[in-house]
Structure formats: structure tokens, C-alpha cells
């Protein structure tokens, strides 16, 4: 079991504290999760799923600054999770940051697929066959244009 201040996921005292604060949140008290694993990164700066979850918290806050500088640092600690990359992609979306959300869609479907980023490609009616690379970035690339053409 890792102690030091760059600790792991599996360190308990970071699952222990993480479940905490996913019940605070479940009982309405997201501002005092927020506080729980805020302080909780002073001791374990460099474990991806705090930052990550914090991001969440902090997105049902609607402190969207915050909650994308914590899911940027998530997937940074984390490139592959599609845990930290959806918090980041939610937090960016909901601060109207949606083409750096669908960047980060992009980044992460490079990687490996995702059910929940396929989800929400069928939903803007883009047809694409999931695992198809070439029509994944296809849609992506749509999405952003429709964006764009109601952003001018």
C-alpha cells in the first residue's frame, strides 16, 4: 500500500474517502463533498479519480471552471479513463465549451470506444458505425460545424 503523497487509487484511505463523498453527494450535500476531496488532494495530488470526481461535484455545482481545471488534470493523470474524460467532456459542454468538449471526445475515441460518447453521436443523428474510426471523426467534425454555423 502506497502512503506517500503521491498515493494511489487503491490506497483504501482513497477509496474510503472518495465513497464518502460520492454519499454526501447522493444526500444533497455536494458542497461539503467538494470540501471532503478538495482537501483530500493535499494529501494525494496525483491520484486521477479524485480530481476526476471533484470534477463531477463540482459540475453539479455549476462551478464549471472549476470542474473543467480538475477534469483536465484527471484525464492529464489519466489519459486512457473514460471515467475523467466524460467529467471533463460534461464540464466542457455545460460551460459551453462545446467544441473543446468534442475535442476531448475526439482525444479520448482515438484511444478506444466508448458506449456512452457513441450514445451521445447517435442522439445528434450522425450515423456511423461504432469502431469505424474514419466515420466516428466524420461525426465529430459535423457536430462541431452545426455548432459553429449557430455560433455565427
Not at 502512503?3 to 477509496?15: F, H, L
Amino acid at each position: 500500500m502506497t502512503t506517500s503523497k503521491t498515493g494511489s487509487q487503491s490506497d483504501p484511505r482513497v477509496v474510503e474517502a472518495i465513497n464518502h463523498a460520492v454519499d454526501l453527494n447522493r444526500k444533497g450535500q455536494t458542497e461539503l463533498a467538494v470540501q471532503h476531496l478538495s482537501a483530500l488532494l493535499t494529501e494525494f495530488p496525483t491520484v486521477a479519480s479524485i480530481h476526476g470526481y471533484l470534477a463531477l461535484f463540482l459540475h453539479g455545482c455549476g462551478r464549471f471552471d472549476e470542474a473543467i481545471e480538475r477534469g483536465r488534470q484527471a484525464v492529464l493523470l489519466a489519459p486512457k479513463s473514460e471515467k475523467a474524460s466524460l467529467m471533463l467532456f460534461h464540464a466542457l459542454w455545460s460551460a459551453g465549451q462545446r467544441i473543446e468538449a468534442l475535442d476531448e471526445m475526439k482525444r479520448f475515441l482515438a484511444n478506444r470506444p466508448s458506449e456512452e460518447y457513441s450514445n451521445f453521436l447517435k442522439d445528434w443523428e450522425w450515423v456511423w458505425s461504432e469502431g469505424d474510426a474514419e466515420n466516428i471523426e466524420s461525426a465529430i467534425e459535423a457536430v462541431k460545424r452545426a455548432i459553429r454555423s449557430v455560433l455565427i
